[in-house]
């Protein structure tokens, strides 16, 4: 795996987590500028830096590195058999296309909701 593709999956797995290149950064005792460029792929990630990151985020080094599946939700049963395939499709796709995905998913959730209907949760 290139680095470009390890620091994408490590940027993924920080904005699944609600956290800032900063917050990642001070965690990992680096500078933020020097996360970007790991997550840019302009920068190798450290072997105690891969380290820091799979234990924080509770994956493994080999996910983090492309050799492992994505972690698996806590409770898979909850999801329809629909939900995990667009879900693995979803972590399968590039990180601008994720936001293109999110932008058009945020669209129709908003057109729904203004169209008078509860959006659904299942």
Do not use: W
């Amino acid at each position: 795996m290139s680095n470009k593709q390890i620091g994408e999956r490590i940027a993924d797995l920080r904005t699944d987590h609600d956290m800032q290149q900063g917050e990642l950064a001070k965690i990992l005792g680096i500078d933020r500028s020097a996360l970007s460029r790991i997550e840019k792929g302009h920068r190798s990630i450290r072997e105690d830096e891969l380290l820091c990151i799979a234990r924080h985020f509770r994956v493994t080094t080999d996910y983090l590195l492309g050799n492992d599946s994505p972690p698996q939700a806590v409770n898979e049963s909850y999801y329809t058999s629909r939900e995990k395939e667009l879900l693995r499709k979803y972590r399968a796709i590039s990180r601008e296309n994720k936001n293109l995905l999110d932008a058009l998913l945020d669209s129709f959730y908003r057109s729904n909701s203004t169209d008078g209907e509860k959006p659904q949760n299942r």
